[in-house]
Each structure stands twice: as C-alpha cells, then as structure tokens.
C-alpha cells in the first residue's frame, strides 16, 4: 500500500513521495509530511544488517509504490557509506551517537547524499538544470554541495549569513567551484530561509528557473535521518534491551523530528531531550508559552541559530495534542558561556573533545545528572569538532587533527559573491545567472 503526502496547511493536494522530494516545499506554504506514519518493528529489520541495510527497511513502507522504490537500496547505499558510530561516553552507560563521519563532516551529509541520490533517479522532462537553492547557518551548504557537486543537470545555490560561520565553514562553502554559487548575505540565517522560500513560492520565476528546495523543509532529507536513530537503537536494544534515550542539539528541528518519528513508528527510543543554544524558541514553547518565532541570535554554536525551526510545522502536524507534545518533549537552552564550560570540562576531565553544538546536548546531560537522573542516555554528536578550531582549540589548549576531507576542502580556493538580505536581490541575480 503506498503512503500518501500531505501539506501540513493542508491546502494542497496530496502527492506521491517523488513529488514531495522533487518539490521541496508544497504549493500552499507547507511542508510535506506522510498522511501517517507505517508501524515497523525491531523484527522488521535484519540483526547483522549494516546501516545502509536498516535505512532500506525502515524507509520502504514510505517507498512503496513510488517510482523510487526499486532504486531504494541502491539510494541507501550510496547515502550511507560512511559509519555512524554509537561510542561509550564512560560512565553509567552514556554514550555519543557520532554522525558526523561523511565527506563535510557534519550530521547533514547523511540527508545531504539522500536527497542527490533521489533527485538524480527522478525523471526529468526539463532541460534545463535544477537549481537546488539552499539557505545554510553553517553546515547544511557544504554537506548540499558535496552531494550535487559535478553533478550533470543540476547547480546548487548557497546562501550563508556573512560573518557567522565559522572561518572553516566558509572555506568550504566556497571552495566547490564547478556548479556550486556560494552567495554571503548580508543579514542573518533566518534571512537567507525567507529568501529562500520566497523564491520557492514564486512561480512566475519558477518558469523561467526551474528550482528546488533542499533545507531540512525537503522531505528527501529528514526521511534518512531517521535510519541513524534506528539503527543505534536497534544495536542497543540487542545489546541491553533498553531503549535509547536522546538529547538532540536542535536548530531547525530537522533531526530531533527524524528521532521522534523513529519512536513514533515502533522503534525502540524512550526520551527525546531538545538542546537549544541561545536561541530559545523552543525552550520557552516547551515551558509553556504560546509559540513565538523571534529574530536569531549568534552564538557558538552557529548551526543552530535558528529563531524560526521550519520543522516545529512538522512538529505540531505530527502531534497535534499540545499538552502531550509538551509531556514527552523538552528543550532546554544552553548559552555561549556554557557551551565554553563544557568544551574545557570535558576535555580536561574526559579528555574528549566535542564540537560547540554538541556541547550544548553534553550540558544537558550534566544538568540531568546534577539533579539525579540516573537513566542512560545518548548524546547526539552533529559536528567535528575542527569544523570549529576557532572556537575549540583555545578552550582545550591544542590543536586538533583534522579529518582527511575536510583537510582536501580546506586545501582549495573559496570565494562567495556578497548579496543583499532581500527576497528581490535573490531573484533578480537567479534570472541573469
Ligand atoms: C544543522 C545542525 C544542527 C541542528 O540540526 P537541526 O536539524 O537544524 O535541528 C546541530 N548541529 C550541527 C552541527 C548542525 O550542522
């Protein structure tokens, strides 16, 4: 039986999963989500399986039906080539999910190569390239244009907010050349999304240049993050029979989203904890004030500086019971200063080094312990932490081996072309390019 898509403003007709990919965002505003989501579980998915093998069987009842079904785990396959390890943190049984082992050595590789691998097996009557459009608050750009890179008949656009990535960021968000534009905006993230988005909505420019979407509002890209949470909880649960609880370092929701549909569907993970940096959006929702979007802030951990998570759409549509969502969700929010404490704490006292988004979810996780939680939990790490040595190796004294990829980016040129935070300035430079 094939799964239908749906918009979450529900103003939109239901497509298959091939439209919702290709199209990014629906025609009415929303973001796609499944009409409902399948049960799977832990004997639906081979014990010795890699994590290639346990993404094909989680995504296969979204798959069914779909042109795409019989590429599925040629998809997987290609997307997850790279490991994602679930390591001791050394003591009472915690532990780090480490995802960021890809080719940009951030999380986002995984929905990253996803994304490409479905959108290069789609039909395409057009002849013209597509230009995936991509607004990034540091890491979604690289992990997007390492998987469009050379790619025939398609050119990855990027906008980043000027001034807040980190320098090794930048690097590599120009350093692709080919067909990959990075553009420096003057303004801030949440700018670079509106910008976005309001190309995306504009048909007349549309027709002239055909575009797609791929921030964590594409659906090609929050399906496969559910395969690394299935996945470790799958090993746990062999290993210990327990479920595994999260904290999630969240900016735009795209991967704590991934986790509670992987709970949701049948798999077995207990508590999902949201770590926020300054940005507390979410935190204050989550303590019980009404929704309310507000400007970012920057902070250290620049991914994350989102004031606006597109996903929360998602997050509402998937549970619409307000009280519950609060129940079995929280969010806490981590500010610079501590983000640095845990950086230095760790590193002197564990002698393991973390990246600043992933500190904010370990200072969770102190804070649980300070007050007596005794339960094991997992740690999502989303980052290397030399994508940030600005930022890290004054807080842990030495400098840090750089991963070979990452060493190859920051070995080439970069350069960006500046623009103007406005939704205009983007269309008129996408119709003369
Ligand atoms: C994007 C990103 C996040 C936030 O993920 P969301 O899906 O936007 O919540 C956290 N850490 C790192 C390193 C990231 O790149």
Redesign the pocket.
């Known amino acids: 039986m094939s799964l239908c898509y749906v918009s979450t403003r529900s103003a939109a007709p239901a497509v298959g999963l091939s439209a919702a990919i290709a199209a990014g965002l629906a025609p009415d505003g929303g973001l796609y989500v499944p009409e409902r989501l399948p049960s799977l579980d832990v004997s639906a998915f081979d014990r010795e399986g890699s994590l290639a093998d346990t993404a094909a069987a989680l995504l296969a009842p979204f798959f069914a039906g779909d042109p795409l079904a019989e590429a599925l785990p040629a998809i997987c396959a290609e997307a997850f080539d790279f490991a994602a390890p679930l390591r001791e943190l050394g003591r009472r049984g915690d532990s780090v999910l480490e995802l960021f082992h890809g080719p940009t050595a951030?999380?986002?590789d995984f929905g990253a190569r996803f994304l490409a691998a479905c959108l290069r097996r789609l039909p395409r009557t057009e002849r013209r390239p597509l230009t995936i459009l991509v607004a990034t608050?540091?890491?979604?750009g690289a992990a997007v244009a390492a998987a469009f890179h050379r790619q025939d008949g398609m050119r990855v656009v990027i906008l980043y907010p000027d001034g807040l990535v980190s320098p090794r960021q930048a690097h590599q968000l120009g350093c692709f050349g080919d067909n990959v534009q990075a553009l420096r905006v003057a303004g801030r993230f949440d700018d670079c999304q509106r910008m976005v988005k309001a190309a995306l909505n504009d048909a007349e420019l549309q027709a002239r240049v055909p575009l797609s979407s791929a921030n964590?509002i594409s659906l090609g890209r929050l399906l496969p993050q559910m395969a690394y949470y299935a996945h470790a909880a799958l090993a746990r649960w062999h290993e210990r029979g327990e479920a595994l609880n999260l904290i999630?370092?969240?900016?735009?929701?795209?991967?704590?989203l991934a986790a509670l549909w992987a709970r949701a569907i049948g798999l077995p993970i207990g508590r999902v904890e949201l770590a926020c940096n300054a940005n507390a959006t979410l935190p204050a929702y989550f303590a019980g004030a009404p929704y309310t979007p507000r400007e970012a802030v920057a902070t250290l951990?620049n991914?994350?500086d989102?004031g606006a998570?597109s996903?929360f759409e998602r997050l509402r549509w998937s549970f619409p019971d307000e009280d519950r969502l609060r129940a079995e969700l929280a969010a806490h929010s981590v500010d610079d200063a501590a983000i640095r404490r845990t950086i230095a704490a760790h590193a002197r006292d564990g002698g393991e080094v973390f990246?600043p988004?992933?500190a904010t979810a370990l200072h969770r996780l102190d804070r649980l312990r300070e007050q007596g939680d005794e339960r094991p939990w997992t740690v999502v790490a989303?980052?290397h932490p030399a994508k940030f040595d600005s930022v890290v190796e004054p807080l842990v004294g030495h400098p840090l081996p750089v991963p070979s990829p990452l060493a190859a980016m920051l070995a080439r040129g970069a350069q960006a072309q500046p623009i103007e935070a406005d939704a205009q300035a983007l269309r008129d430079w996408l119709a003369a390019t």
Do not use: E, R, W
Not at 137 to 140: I, L, R
């Open positions: 951030a999380f986002k608050s540091g890491d979604t964590s999630v370092p969240t900016g735009n929701l795209g991967n704590a951990a991914a994350m989102v998570p996903n990246c988004h992933t989303t980052a």
